[in-house]
């Protein structure tokens, strides 16, 4: 028997970016596990990628290219046809167009390799001037607050935190969605730390933090303000680290005096006495001896808002001076510290020659698919699902149906996006391509070799691109680089290449208390304190009553336990345990619509209708739905997913989209 041991990364939009161990027995993969000897894994992988073989392994797996023979507006009819084929058509076709900004390429975190992500289509895509994507859906709107404050997306390291006295865990399901966070949480609960939740939800995490507090969706920034309001009341701050390292104190501490415990409580759906008691416990310390530390998270940032929310939150350590010590300060994204090492010249700008493609932005590829003059003419889409993720979706599926619009998907299977495409293009999977990563959880970067041989006739993204790349007539050397040479020019040479490949990972070079004395990236060196401020919802009782009136809950959507995004929803085993689309409702709110339990529910507003069984669910507070996402369309109920009701709006900063900010009405359906 043939068995061997492949060591590789998980490419998923997660912020621990595990290092993995595959076995393989007899050219098949039989167990993906987590790297014990990683600091960052050690040894521990979550449900979803554990079950990486079935995935690859999956009876639905799509493994030749494939042309539409039916009508966009039918259900879906593909053919199978030759490489040669696909590629001739799709290249005569592409350059058949008049304009290549009419050429729309559209991707995101389905990998978040290096090679397999941008390098090889990022330089077909500049080579032809395409059109070029803001990707914006997940995480925008939070980087540009912390870029603004911070000077870059930077945090402290997450192993640090089994050294705080107190966690405040901000906008996070760890348990679900940051696993090893939470192994460093708890060992710091275990050894007397204290750890807060806040959340609209009642979170499988907030299930086992000492408390929870449950805001309303959107309001997390007035939070911050009063916070800030008590820690100025009290003399709780580190006068000498903002004197020091704050730009703009005086005019947040203007603002922040306007928001006192019972103006936050009004805002905010909590009690004054919530606001006082976490100002408490965040600020009455001795930060030197007992650090206070923030987990900050993604979901807080998908409201209006979210961007000065975000400036807020991170502006906290500062005034109580918690970054001088290693387990104080914050942490939302980590990625920062990786770009001095990435090369900025991977995707090759230099092809554009001095050409200015047109921006489009990834979240209102709704209306942009309808609306955009000249109209985009041609999508080629590849590591996303638009069609089940990006917001408003009524809109992005008649974008999508437009017999005129010439669709390209590379994928592993027929989602909903594929099931709308003109080609469908097998890609590999992470179990059988090269690929580098970053981490916007930790600060290691890893190596993922290819365990097994492509299944049937699947390529890796990069081969797809090179070979599209020469059927267009594309002759530059660059577009014969292979996956080992795209490796070799992915980092600087701060990395040792040699070690990344025999170990598995490298640690970046950060210091352990990394703002102990200042040195934010920004241009002077300190934190930017001004302008930041609280921006109420799009859609709320406070700034959109008659609104309200019509549509009284608000709805999140949090992501399903068992799914990543619209990843692994059509994997059986872990769809089984997930069950069926729910929303889940606070008994009172259940029983003023006389809904019960179980029952077949539709959340409606003016954009869509979202079928659903209803859970009614203490983890869901008053006035507030969960609808728990991203299914896929055509496997939840009635051909929707929590998508049909968002909107397009975007964040204050970072152009992001606004899914927490969306208020409905739920009845029987």
Not at 92 to 103: G, S, T, V
Not at 292 to 297: G, K, M, Q, T
Not at 428 to 451: F, I, K, R
């Amino acid at each position: 028997m043939n068995t061997r041991t492949v060591f590789g990364a998980c490419p998923h939009d997660c912020p621990d970016t595990c290092a993995m161990q595959v076995t393989v027995e007899n050219e098949r993969v039989i167990k993906v596990q987590g790297r014990a000897e990683h600091p960052n894994t050690h040894g521990a992988l979550c449900t979803k990628v554990s079950r990486y073989p079935e995935r690859t392994y999956h009876a639905e797996r799509v493994l030749h290219p494939l042309k539409r023979v039916s009508k966009k507006t039918e259900a879906p009819r593909f053919e199978p046809v030759s490489w040669a084929q696909a590629l001739a058509d799709i290249a005569a076709r592409l350059k058949a167009l008049p304009d290549p900004q009419c050429i729309q390429p559209y991707s995101y975190a389905g990998t978040m390799g290096l090679i397999q992500g941008e390098a090889m289509a990022g330089r077909l895509w500049n080579a032809l001037g395409a059109a070029r994507l803001d990707r914006t859906i997940c995480a925008s709107a939070g980087g540009a607050g912390l870029a603004v404050t911070y000077g870059h997306k930077l945090g402290m390291h997450t192993r640090h935190f089994a050294g705080a006295k107190l966690i405040v865990i901000w906008g996070s399901n760890s348990i679900t969605s940051n696993l090893h966070f939470w192994t460093y949480a708890n060992q710091a609960k275990r050894e007397g730390a204290k750890l807060i939740c806040i959340d609209p939800r009642k979170t499988e995490t907030a299930d086992k933090c000492h408390q929870h507090i449950a805001v309303l969706p959107g309001t997390d920034g007035a939070l911050a303000l009063g916070l800030m309001h008590e820690l100025i009341a009290n003399g709780w701050l580190d006068q000498d680290y903002i004197d020091r390292h704050v730009d703009g104190w005086d005019e947040l501490r203007a603002k922040a005096l306007a928001w006192d415990p019972e103006r936050v409580a009004a805002t905010c759906g909590i009690t004054a006495d919530e606001v006082r008691g976490l100002a408490r416990d965040y600020g009455d310390r001795d930060v030197m001896a007992a650090p206070a530390a923030i987990r900050l998270n993604y979901g807080m940032q998908r409201v209006r808002g979210g961007g000065n929310a975000v400036r807020l939150v991170a502006l906290l350590p500062c005034l109580t001076g918690a970054w001088r010590h290693a387990s104080g300060g914050m942490l939302l994204s980590a990625s920062g510290w990786n770009a001095p090492f990435k090369n900025p010249d991977l995707e090759r700008p230099d092809l554009l020659a001095g050409r200015q493609p047109r921006m489009v932005n990834m979240s209102t590829i709704g209306d942009a698919l309808l609306q955009a003059d000249p109209p985009i003419q041609a999508i080629v889409v590849y590591n996303s699902n638009p069609v089940a993720v990006a917001p408003e979706s009524p809109k992005v599926v008649k974008g999508f149906q437009r017999e005129d619009l010439f669709t390209v998907v590379l994928e592993h299977f027929m989602t909903d996006t594929a099931d709308l495409a003109d080609y469908v293009l097998p890609a590999t999977t992470q179990l059988e391509h090269l690929d580098v990563h970053t981490s916007y959880g930790h600060t290691d970067v890893l190596m993922n070799h290819p365990a097994v041989a492509p299944l049937g006739e699947a390529k890796p993204n990069t081969q797809i691109f090179r070979e599209l790349a020469a059927a267009m007539g594309l002759t530059d050397p660059c577009f014969s680089d292979t996956d080992e040479q795209l490796a070799d020019q992915a980092f600087t040479a701060d990395i040792d290449m040699a070690a990344l490949r025999t170990q598995g990972w490298q640690p970046l070079p950060i210091a352990e208390a990394p703002f102990a004395n200042g040195g934010f990236r920004t241009p002077n060196g300190r934190a930017q304190a001004g302008g930041a401020d609280f921006v109420p919802n799009y859609e709320s009782a406070q700034t959109t009553p008659a609104l309200a009136a019509r549509y009284p809950l608000a709805m999140i959507s949090p992501p399903a336990r068992n799914f990543l995004n619209s990843s692994f929803v059509n994997v059986k085993s872990l769809r089984d345990i997930e069950g069926e689309p729910i929303i889940e409702m606070h008994a009172a709110d259940a029983a003023a619509r006389q809904l019960a339990d179980g029952a077949r529910v539709a959340a409606f507003n003016d954009r869509g209708r979202y079928v659903a069984t209803l859970k009614v669910s203490p983890r869901a507070r008053p006035g507030v739905v969960n609808g728990l996402g991203v299914w896929w369309r055509k496997l939840g109920l009635d051909g929707t997913n929590v998508n049909e009701v968002t909107h397009q709006q975007l964040t204050d900063l970072g152009n992001a989209p606004a899914f927490y900010d969306c208020l409905v009405e739920v009845e029987a359906a």
